[in-house]
């Protein structure tokens, strides 16, 4: 009986490690990230379907201020059956505004974000363009669901770029080291391929977000709770449960 049982208990952290591994290969401890999706969410069949929406141009931004690169955000998923939202994909330049405005690397930090002076170490927020959130009617701290390197990891609307131009691709410097664990990000050190995809649900946004922290639980709840959604009406099936052996 106890062998048995021990096979049993065996076998389902083989199938935990198996379903982790697929979602988070990339990452390092990605599942010990606090603000990392469910494993049920399927992040490789989001990432495709992303993808292939993207037919309704909301606008078109740079992603450099040498203007050399251009990617456009979409609208293919908005007022769905359960959820809204807009994505586009990008690179993911670093953002350390706020407390850590003199992160390695920065050189032009600003000691407040757009909405608080929050903390690139410790808060995971992505950037947007100013024109982009007034046009969108997108809420401060809007949740943000961010694919980066084969992972899901939620994020906050925390800062707006406003330069001239204005550029798109931008993450806190927790969320830009959070995906790319291995390429020594820091303020004036990102990751230059097009291939991360934002999410964004402009009007949810979640609970205890304060002037320079956040409530990373309340984000990664409301976080899992939309993304499931969306996946539902993407007809994407969850993934496999291995809670039970």
Known sequence: MLLSFSILVLKAVVCRALVANSLLSAADD????????????????????????????????????????????YSDLLNLTQVSVIHFFSDMDVDCDGLNWDCEGNTDGDPLTSFGALDAEQVPWYVLPASLAFKEAILPNALGAIIC?????????????GASPEVIGEGSLLLGQTCFPDDEINGNNGHEA????????????????????????????????????????????LQPDCSDP
């Open 149 to 161: 390197n084969g992972n899901l990891f939620y994020a906050i609307f925390g800062d707006t770029n």
């Open 30 to 73: 990605g599942c010990n990230v606090e603000f990392a999706a469910d494993p049920s969410v399927d992040v490789a069949g989001i990432y495709a379907a992303l993808q292939a929406a993207r037919s309704s141009v909301v606008a078109t931004y740079p992603t450099t201020y040498l203007q050399d690169h251009t990617t456009s955000v």
């Open 194 to 237: 097009l291939d991360v995809a934002y999410i964004v649900f402009p009007q949810e946004v979640p609970p205890g977000v304060q002037e320079n922290s956040i409530d990373i639980e309340a984000l990664k709840e409301l976080g899992d709770q939309q993304i499931l959604l969306l996946q539902q009406d993407l007809g994407i099936s």
